[in-house]
């Protein structure tokens, strides 16, 4: 089993930067894949980015130059950092974790970008 809790969102002009956080219950070390997705009103859940035991990272086409997912294996926490927010990057964010086959979804945490 996996527990994630994700922390940071919140309210924001367009323009400005949020980061996102996500703890894990077990070590990142053993999480193959984590990643943030996100949901708008709606919208299908979608991939904004994901970042693999490896290190390597791919993101949406839509928030690639603007968003930096990064892992921190020493505190089992993945970061999602959001900048030159707009106000369509509004919506619920996620973080999921996949891990022996299984996937491990977050809580969720709001992101509202007023314009």
């Known amino acids: 089993q996996v527990q994630l809790v994700e922390s940071g969102g919140g309210l924001v002009q367009a323009g400005g930067s949020l980061r996102l956080s996500c703890a894990a219950s077990?070590?990142?070390?053993?999480?193959?894949?984590m990643g943030w997705y996100r949901q708008a009103p709606g919208k299908q859940r979608e991939l904004v980015a994901a970042?693999?035991?490896?290190?390597?990272?791919n993101y949406a086409d839509s928030v690639k130059g603007r968003f930096t997912i990064s892992r921190d294996n020493a505190k089992n926490t993945v970061y999602l950092q959001m900048d030159s927010l707009k106000p369509e990057d509004t919506a619920v964010y996620y973080c999921?974790?996949?891990?022996?086959?299984?996937?491990?979804w977050g809580q969720g945490t709001q992101v509202t970008v007023s314009s």
């Open positions: 970042i693999y035991s490896g290190g390597i990272t």
């Open positions: 999921k974790a996949y891990k022996l086959f299984r996937d491990y």
């Open positions: 077990v070590s990142t070390y053993s999480i193959n894949v």
